[in-house]
């Protein structure tokens, strides 16, 4: 096993140098010492290739030699400086020699995509803001190939294709070490399809929820008026006001408004709850599922719609029975 896992990382480095591999592992300077935490992403030639990182010059930070190591920090401050050498020094069991390590500082405000492989879940960040960026050559040595391949099954070592990686990969390798490669981009593009579809479905019937409760408003005022007609006129001779005359329709409205929103806001806590539970395991965030969380909220916002045509409407019905006394009201 020590041997594949060895031979295993050897090749997947062999890959990364040839751009076929991505590097993205994200850590915490700092966690050990217990003196604060600053994010660090390690990350390869490759990373960059498909990523733009741009230095405190505004131009992009250009691809290192495999054999060396280069930190890009947002803030290239003696004691950052410090703390990074000794996370490396920390990370790597062999030694690494100073003069294979150069940093250079980036812009500040920065997000760099963390390629997390649990694209289906919901919460959590697809990017770390103002990170402490290591980048790796594959033949630095502060991975070891066994560590490379660990890496790689936790799935902070991503191919490009997971078709052509499936060709490449040595037969003493594919089956008996490497179990299988998973398509984690298409896994992320079908869940986006599913999510997206499904905010379109509650799109569609908040729309048709919104045409039956507004038609339904004036069919309810048209009723309303006519039904009642000389009970209206009668209180509004005797200088009642708008809620007097109307106080049930408007109880029993509010009441109803009540409800939806009472549902509403226990719904959206209901989903809040479930999100943050999710956040707290780090994985991919996915805006449109986000935003299938506005529906509670939108069907009270159509029941206090409702609720302000219909008083509109029998308001404006009423007036008009007045000023023309029709015989709804003789």
Avoid: C
Avoid at 39 to 65: C, K
Avoid at 67 to 84: C, G, H, K
Avoid at 165 to 187: D, K, S
């Amino acid at each position: 096993m020590d041997r594949l896992a060895v031979e295993s990382g050897a090749w997947l480095k062999n890959e990364a140098k040839a751009g076929r591999a991505v590097l993205s592992a994200p850590y915490q300077l700092g966690e050990k010492r217990g003196d604060g935490s600053i994010p660090v992403l390690l990350i390869n030639n490759a990373y960059l290739e498909r990523n733009e990182v741009l230095a405190e010059s505004g131009e992009r930070v250009q691809q290192i030699p495999e054999s060396d190591i280069r930190v890009l920090v947002p803030e290239n401050s003696q004691a950052l400086r410090s703390a990074t050498l000794d996370f490396i020094g920390e990370f790597s069991i062999d030694s690494i020699a100073e003069e294979k390590i150069s940093f250079e500082s980036i812009e500040q405000g920065q997000k760099h995509f963390r390629y997390d492989p649990n694209v289906a879940a919901i919460g959590g960040s697809r990017a770390v803001a103002d990170s402490i960026l290591i980048i790796v050559g594959s033949d630095s040595g502060l991975i070891r190939d066994d560590d490379y391949m660990a890496l790689a099954s936790d799935g902070r070592v991503l191919m490009t294709d997971p078709v052509i990686a499936a060709q490449r990969t040595p037969p003493e390798l594919m089956g008996n070490w490497i179990a299988a490669y998973v398509p984690i981009a298409q896994i992320a593009a079908n869940n986006y399809a599913d999510q997206k579809s499904d905010l379109n479905v509650k799109i569609g019937s908040s729309l048709v929820a919104l045409i039956v409760l507004l038609s339904t408003a004036v069919g309810l005022a048209q009723i309303h008026v006519r039904g009642n007609s000389q009970t209206i006129l009668v209180r509004y001779l005797h200088g009642w006001s708008f809620y007097s005359i109307h106080r049930w329709l408007i109880r029993a409205e509010l009441l109803l408004l009540l409800l939806v929103t009472l549902w509403a806001f226990g719904r959206s806590t209901i989903l809040a709850i479930g999100a943050s539970s999710e956040f707290t395991s780090g994985v991919a965030y996915e805006s449109v599922i986000v935003a299938n969380h506005w529906q509670p909220w939108a069907i009270a916002f159509i029941a206090m719609s409702n609720l302000s045509i219909l008083l509109g409407l029998v308001h404006v019905q009423s007036k008009h029975m007045f000023r023309t006394h029709s015989e709804e009201t003789a």
